[in-house]
Structure formats: structure tokens, C-alpha cells
């Protein structure tokens, strides 16, 4: 499970350090993709799988469908580590993220998320303004 949250820097190169507690989890090759809210997701192979699987049920007659997988898939870039732990994100994922030069890597259950640092603040500011009130409308029993 990815949990955590870690500030990191991208650099002119679009080279991005992921924190080392992450790469054990996401393995030697990995998926980034465009998030949801502005932001990069990240899945490990297994999960990637699980979720194409789950792509592939969507009704192709459905344009919402083909819009989304379209996407979802069309940035999708499949990443290795360098020695220094760092990822090379393609110009179109840093552009739809956001990611100039400060960002935040956040663990979210079964994959990462990369986010510029201002998004993330934006994010997390009306997040934690509103937890209760969402945790009451998920009324998961906590």
C-alpha cells in the first residue's frame, strides 16, 4: 500500500527523484499516466493490469467512455529508475500536472500520485476544510 506524502523537485530534464519508500513498492518498470484533479498517477505493473482490465469493460458505444480511455491512455508512459532513484516524465504529463519545478509524491492505497506543490496545497487546503463534511457523505463507518 502506497501511504505518504514527500516533497521532491523536478528538474530542467523532467527528472523527478521518487521517494525511495515508493520505487520498492512500484518495481523496476511502472506506469504514469494523467491523474484526476490536476495531478500524475502512478500504478505498478499488477495494478495497471487491474485496471485495464477494467478499461476494457467500458462500452466502447458509450462517448464518455471512449473519451476517457482515450486519455487515460494516450499520456500513459512506461518509466524505469536511473541509479539516483529519479523518473524522466514526458513533456505532456509535466504540462497537464502542472510540474515546473516544485511538486509533491503522495501515496494513495494502490498508486502514487505526483502533484505540483501549488495544486497539492490548493488541493489539500479545501480538503482538509471540508473532511468532515465529505467523511459524513462516504459514511464508510469509522
Not at 111 to 122: A, G, L, P, V
Amino acid at each position: 500500500m502506497f501511504m505518504g506524502e514527500f516533497s521532491h523537485t523536478v528538474d530542467t530534464k523532467g527528472r523527478l527523484i521518487i521517494p525511495a519508500k515508493f520505487r520498492d513498492q512500484l518495481g523496476t518498470q511502472f506506469i504514469v499516466t494523467r491523474g484526476m484533479d490536476g495531478c500524475l498517477f502512478g500504478y505498478p505493473m499488477d495494478e495497471w493490469q487491474t485496471l485495464e482490465d477494467k478499461l476494457k469493460e467500458l462500452p466502447l458505444t458509450k462517448k464518455d467512455a471512449r473519451s476517457f480511455v482515450r486519455f487515460f491512455y494516450s499520456a500513459a508512459t512506461e518509466c524505469e529508475f536511473d541509479k539516483q532513484g529519479r523518473i524522466n516524465l514526458p513533456v505532456t504529463l509535466r504540462s497537464h500536472a502542472g510540474l515546473e519545478k516544485k511538486c509533491v509524491v503522495v501515496g494513495v492505497s494502490d498508486r502514487i500520485e505526483i502533484w505540483s506543490e501549488d495544486r497539492w496545497n490548493n488541493f489539500a487546503e479545501e480538503a482538509e476544510d471540508n473532511f468532515d463534511e465529505i467523511a459524513e457523505k462516504m459514511d464508510f463507518g469509522l
